[in-house]
């Protein structure tokens, strides 16, 4: 990151680029102009198109919650880059935040999946599907745990626990159908803040439509979201009888996706889910 890079940039009169926080796979910089602060996303000898999904689930969160907009983003000298507005951070009320989850997981579809796949760590394999148990099972959980067998990171004991879960996951949604919501498909802590004027905002998303419980699920894994997040959500948009005996089998794929990511330090918490079945 140099002044020639910065340059290239279709903003003018920068003054100052000071690396921040971004995730674990982009470059993130506060960038500030004269009138004006940025956030400006970079990913090294990757093409424009990187950050296609990210635009796309910024714009449609943007329907129901508060969230970055988007700039502009294009290719400086082989390097992808996504230039967002700048959101100052501050303190608010955790009702607040729950409320907006509420609004963004009462956007419906018909259908489960997303236009298109998502190619990262870790695939996303978005087909659109009919039945969610059908989607969740196949398209999430048997992947991930392919990926942790072509891995060293999977064993027979394991898939055997796990063949029993997905046909239970199959069976309960063949008789309990549900609805496709908006997700913003990595709802952790991290991915959460408030503004300065206390306004929650919703930032870094992965979405897809599923059911809201996947989503929820995320919420319970690593903390950060308190009682009164799910009284705002709840009084909002009531969760549905029995998420607690289901809750299981969404935090699972969560830890599924670390086991992948960081190896068998997550093996443990992985086990204790799947020995229940």
Not at 68 to 87: F, H, K, M, N, Q
Not at 111 to 136: A, C, E, M, R
Not at 145 to 165: F, I, K, T
């Amino acid at each position: 990151m140099d002044k020639t890079w910065l340059a290239k940039l279709p903003i003018d009169q920068i003054q100052t680029a000071t690396p921040v926080s971004g995730g674990d796979i982009n470059q993130a910089f506060k960038i500030e102009t004269n009138t004006t602060t940025y956030f400006l996303l970079v990913q090294p000898n990757r093409a424009v198109d990187f950050y296609t999904h990210e635009i796309e689930g910024l714009n449609l969160l943007a329907q129901a919650a508060q969230v970055p907009d988007v700039i502009t983003s294009g290719e400086i000298d082989g390097d992808a880059y996504l230039l967002l507005s700048w959101l100052e951070s501050g303190y608010g009320n955790q009702y607040d935040l729950g409320v907006m989850v509420a609004n963004v997981h009462q956007i419906h579809h018909d259908q489960f999946g997303f236009d298109h796949d998502v190619v990262g760590k870790l695939p996303k394999i978005n087909t659109w599907q009919s039945n969610w148990g059908d989607f969740y099972v196949h398209q999430r959980l048997e992947v991930l745990a392919q990926r942790a067998s072509d891995h060293g990171l999977w064993n027979p004991n394991r898939q055997r626990h796990l063949s029993r879960l997905c046909q239970t996951i199959l069976t309960y949604y063949n008789d309990h159908p549900t609805t496709a919501s908006l997700l913003h498909g990595d709802l952790w802590s991290g991915n959460v803040m408030f503004t300065a004027d206390g306004r929650p905002a919703l930032i870094d998303p992965d979405v897809l439509y599923g059911d809201r419980e996947f989503d929820l699920a995320m919420t319970t894994v690593f903390g950060g979201f308190d009682a009164q997040f799910y009284e705002g959500y709840n009084d909002t948009y009531p969760i549905s009888a029995g998420f607690e005996d289901r809750l299981p089998w969404y935090q699972l794929y969560y830890l599924l996706a670390h086991l992948n990511l960081f190896g068998e330090s997550y093996g443990g918490a992985v086990d204790r889910i799947l020995t229940a079945y």
